[in-house]
């Protein structure tokens, strides 16, 4: 099979499209035959090895697993001696370690079936991403009916989801963004946008709950826009050094877990639960996957550098 494969971390220079053997699953996974697979955040830091403590997992010179790409969405393949949930030719979207293949193989606890109303594409947009903004909105930001929201980061992949899903929830949303992702943001249904390039946090009443996905605004800005009994919600360890990346805040976060203010550091997982959790916000028709572009299997680098560049409106997707 062909799929995206790398020796070594490094830039993206390190990834090549090669002729490899197709995965065999165990007995509680299944082979899917992989037809789009989403791009993520976590492609490039699996890719780079970045930050450099993260390889005590994930391999400490060179990567466990040389294949990129961890969203998917497929026809499965072939299913394992224990398997019950999913049967040859479903259509299945979830995780997938090294979806960036013609096949990949997936645990069952990390898949849900997929609706005839989404396309593939569309499926592989959903699981990483949205599955974080559903623990980040409703989990640890406790949003509800009548809670001001600001979601920073508002016009990336976890962003856009973060923005429906408080909103569906019943809260009142502002997004922070860059100018060109403005429009898309208030098309959302944000009540409020600020472009950051041009006008900070201030001048606005405190927020109930901040969700903060961008990660390079100090701890004491976000929190003098925040209620007195306000959550501050941190997706992600993204930017700083190139041992610990920018995980400061997370730390701080847990220092101090008795302040009126809460800082919650979150660390998202993606089950089969959450998965059929965000389908119902689909159905719903309150919850929609935001496509900036497709790319083919062969362009996956051209792919993560557009979305670390910060350029992609929504999420980035590989066809294969």
Same mark, same amino acid.
């Given at each position: ?141 406790? /949003?509800?009916? %009548? ?6 980061? @508002? +016009?990336?992949?976890?962003?856009? =989801?973060?923005?429906? #899903? *408080? ?65 501050? /919600?941190?997706? %992600? ?6 041992? @610990? +990346?920018?995980?400061?805040?997370? =730390?701080?976060?847990? #220092? *101090? ?64």
């Amino acid at each position: 099979m062909k799929a995206i494969v790398q020796d070594e971390y490094g830039p993206v220079g390190v990834l090549s499209l090669r002729e490899i053997e197709a995965p065999t699953p165990g007995p509680n996974e299944v082979l899917i035959r992989v037809h789009a697979a989403g791009v993520n955040p976590a492609d490039w830091h699996l890719m780079t090895g970045l930050p450099q403590m993260a390889r005590i997992a994930l391999g400490l010179s060179r990567p466990k697993n040389p294949v990129r790409g961890m969203d998917v969405a497929g026809v499965v393949h072939s299913v394992g001696s224990a398997v019950t949930a999913f049967r040859t030719g479903d259509s299945v979207f979830g995780i997938a370690g090294g979806s960036f293949a013609e096949f990949a193989k997936a645990s069952t606890g990390t898949l849900a079936l997929m609706p005839e109303s989404l396309t593939f594409v569309q499926g592989a947009a959903i699981p990483m991403a949205a599955c974080t903004a559903l623990h980040a909105v409703r989990d640890a930001g406790l /949003v509800s009916a %009548g809670k001001r929201v600001m979601v920073i980061g @508002a +016009g990336g992949g976890i962003g856009t =989801f973060a923005v429906q #899903l *408080a909103i569906a929830l019943g809260a009142t949303v502002t997004g922070v963004c860059s100018t060109s992702k403005v429009d898309l943001v208030r098309s959302l249904g944000a009540e409020g946008v600020i472009d950051y390039t041009m006008n900070d946090l201030s001048g606005h009443p405190p927020f109930d709950v901040i969700i903060d996905t961008a990660g390079n605004r100090p701890l004491s800005e976000l929190r003098s826009a925040l209620t007195e009994r306000g959550r501050i /919600v941190i997706v %992600g360890a993204e930017g700083g050094g190139k041992f @610990a +990346g920018n995980t400061g805040r997370q =730390f701080t976060a847990m #220092l *101090a877990p008795f302040a009126r203010q809460k800082t919650i550091g979150l660390i998202s997982t993606e089950t089969s639960a959450d998965l059929e959790s965000l389908l119902e916000f689909v159905a719903a028709g309150t919850v929609h996957p935001v496509i900036d572009r497709e790319y083919p299997l062969a362009e996956a680098a051209a792919a993560i550098t557009r979305m670390t560049d910060g350029l992609a409106h929504g999420k980035i997707v590989l066809t294969v």
